[in-house]
């Protein structure tokens, strides 16, 4: 980037809001997926308008523009690959606007998803999608990504409640998709467009939210089998039964031993795997359902634990949400997945990967959002032993081939970023994914937003680019 | 059309399936808003590679295909208002699987909502979308509307239920697109780019949908009120108070006037305006919110009627589902819209309608579903007289414009097609329009596929396209 480039940067930013020293620059270099390249420099814009000059720019000189919120994303989606400059939000943190009357908000990307939720419950209202980061991911980094949560089997994921956006294509014109009422078909839908484009296509500065009543009332119930299958098998089977859970979080044995010790309640030394199910509503709804899934169960394989306190309820959340981190325990590095398949061929993903760990002499663990087929499979190598980063590359292409063989996709709210692309042409045929990338070329001509993200780069290779880390 | 193309297309169809007598082509020039342009021909395919074969052809000698399904919609989005070929679905009628553990179902486009909604129920299963038509559209036809109906206000649009599609490029080229599972995030979202594209963009070929479980009762009750804001001033509150209707219709007293002699329940002559509330769900439920609603009602101006038995619910139905049709009792044409609102913004919107109907000396009736801000307005006019279509048509741009003004947008769920196309810029700008346009030119660059749906033609004036009529 030339110092002129730089100067014109500092004059639309003010001079404070650009990082070029590398230690700040190192700071900028990683996601939650790991990442050691560096960007030229950082900046902190605070307004739709300096991001559309900043893109002009850089439209100009042809320099990668890399925007991110809190960098929590899995698969490199806010790595600067190519160097580049880095966009981050997080100045654009405002709550701009909550409509308790029609159940909307506004809100800029750098806002903190977990702190618009509290803004939120204050006023008896929730806007649902909750990933693991929500204490400090953003709402724009969960619009790129289409993030999911916990609560996505009762209540769906990301694009299921941002209705309308502003945002400034790599032209710098500023678009308005979208609408601010329930309904609305007028023209193409760019807000679904643009909503999981990993940063590719836009830069939202602007997002207009679907909010929904706060439930008055929640129980957590804790299922535990001495059996992993009884768990896998049980997920299909209870979402049947009438009972409609907002939270059906699966846990391995693996997964427990890595977080046990965050527990007061104890569990069974016989615990093989977990269910952790919710239910909220109304307090009689809760109560009725809760009777439900008593009665469901009672005559099945699992012993039944329910949360009486609220610091149980949060110990176990803490614990769930711990999972991720505390798998380094194993080993140092993880190849991390979060594959999808059709809840009813869960048991054959588990199965599946169980056989995988055996056969590749590998540890594997296996946790997530079982109540939507959305598997998290952590798979525990250390990278500087070639043989074993080898065998754990090896484990992530069989596992991808054979979600794809049950029906299901490779990602289900983590994007495909750099850590996937190598395998889109898995799932993707040539045609579908040829019209994705002409839309790309359209909107990004010159290629300046987020390049090499989502679409395998030419030179690319399967064995290059399968390196997850932290 | 040259006899060689047409000589082409019956090779690829078969001769029985390519109509081109002129009393058939009558029978496809028109859709629920009217037209009288006449098509070269009209096809039935019966698979995806005919359809591919048509699209090459098309595209290799540039004549318009107007895809459609039942011809049901609302805005001209199936006239063949350049000509060309129409693409009828009808025999792309298929349910190709219902996937009871996994709450999917795959179909051809051609397949009709309401068949679709009774082979789910026999399966304990439920498909929401249910737009008045229900008995005869399509789903592909939904698709590419985006349609809605009662049960959005609690189960959302088309496009919350489509979460994968088969479709055919103008090219002839065929994308799959999306998932078959809950979740998927892996390159753009494509489905939803063509759900709601009005045919412009791709021809749907399969639909991937997703299902809910059928809820285990249903509970009808209609409130009515003397005077018409005591009806529209209590729908945001009905939202606010914990209740959750799966129905939340409203009707002015015209709108009543016009069915009222299809319903045995005998309406007090003083009901100036009615709500039709419905509550699902499990049977404690149901039985839970009705209590909670007659409680909140209690103190309010409103007489409360509970739908004791089916037969009661049906004729209810009937009423509502015939406005449309009936109100041709009262004027021979109508300009109908189907605006929509932030729900509390209705009072408004209705106010508005009525001052403006004073002023221009106009019949204009409210009804529709009022849960989601969605009103349709339908302006009862008699074409041959000029004056009174001239005020009908200030009455629409008035319409418009302040419903604009109240953060509102120009369609729900009928779409754009042609009767709001020259419309769209008030409420889209420039720059996302441009967006828009050159998506179109990616997809079709040849302009065959539905030309001058949604988009206003170089030629058209606001006066050009006002027109709607039966």
């Known amino acids: 980037m030339k110092q002129e480039v730089l100067r014109t940067l500092r004059a639309i930013l003010g001079r404070e809001h650009l990082l070029t020293a590398e230690e700040d620059l190192a700071c900028y270099s990683f996601d939650g997926s790991g990442g050691d390249i560096l960007p030229q420099a950082v900046a902190f814009p605070d307004s739709t308008e300096q991001i559309a000059a900043i893109l002009r720019l850089a439209d100009k000189h042809r320099f990668p523009v890399i925007p991110r919120g809190a960098g929590s994303g899995m698969t490199g989606g806010a790595q600067p690959i190519h160097g580049g400059l880095v966009l981050v939000c997080s100045r654009m943190n405002r709550i701009l606007e909550i409509d308790t009357d029609n159940l909307i908000a506004v809100t800029e990307p750098g806002v903190i998803t977990g702190e618009l939720q509290s803004a939120l419950q204050k006023k008896g209202l929730m806007y649902p999608p909750d990933p693991a980061s929500l204490k400090f991911c953003t709402l724009g980094g969960n619009a790129a990504e289409c993030s999911g949560g916990p609560s996505a089997v009762k209540y769906g994921v990301t694009r299921d409640y941002i209705i309308g956006c502003e945002a400034v294509l790599p032209s710098g014109e500023i678009i308005t998709t ?17 909503i999981g484009s990993e940063g590719t296509l836009a830069v939202f500065t602007k997002l207009t939210l679907r909010l929904l009543p ?64 919710e239910i909220d509503g109304s307090r009689e709804k809760v109560e009725q359902q809760a009777g439900t899934l008593r009665k469901f169960l009672a005559p099945r394989p699992v012993t039944l634990q329910e949360s009486t306190t609220e610091e149980e309820r949060r110990q176990l959340w803490q614990a769930r949400r711990s999972i991720s981190p505390a798998t380094f325990s194993i080993k140092p590095h993880k190849i991390s997945e979060d594959v999808v398949v059709p809840r009813s061929k869960i048991p054959d993903l588990v199965h599946y990967t169980s056989r995988l760990a055996l056969e590749l002499e590998l540890t594997i663990l296996t946790f997530g959002h079982a109540g939507d087929g959305n598997i998290h499979v952590n798979i525990m190598i250390d990278k500087t032993d070639r043989q074993e980063y080898a065998r754990g590359l090896e484990a992530k292409k069989n596992l991808f081939e ?16 750099t850590t996937k692309a ?16 002409r839309i790309k070329h359209l909107f990004d001509p010159n290629n300046i937003l987020n390049p090499g993200k989502i679409f395998p780069e030419e030179s690319e290779q399967f064995a290059d680019h399968l390196g997850d880390q932290r």
Chains 1, 2 share one sequence.
């Open 178 to 194: 979208g609408v601010r009422t329930e309904k609305g078909v007028t023209g193409y839908d760019l807000t679904h467009l643009l």
């Open 422 to 437: 190598a395998f889109l042409p898995l799932e993707i045929n040539p045609a579908t994914m040829s019209i994705m990338q």
């Open 402 to 417: 054979q979600v794809l063989a049950l029906g299901g996709t490779l990602s289900g709210e983590h994007g495909i970023g």
């Open 214 to 277: 706060l439930p008055e009332a929640k129980q957590t119930f804790l299922l535990l089998f001495s059996a992993i299958e009884q768990a896998t098998e049980l997920v299909a089977e209870i979402l049947q039964s009438g009972i409609m859970p907002c939270t059906l979080e699966y846990m391995d044995h693996t997964a427990i031993s890595v977080v046990r010790k965050m527990l007061s309640v104890p569990l069974p030394d016989s615990t093989r795997a977990l269910l952790l199910l």
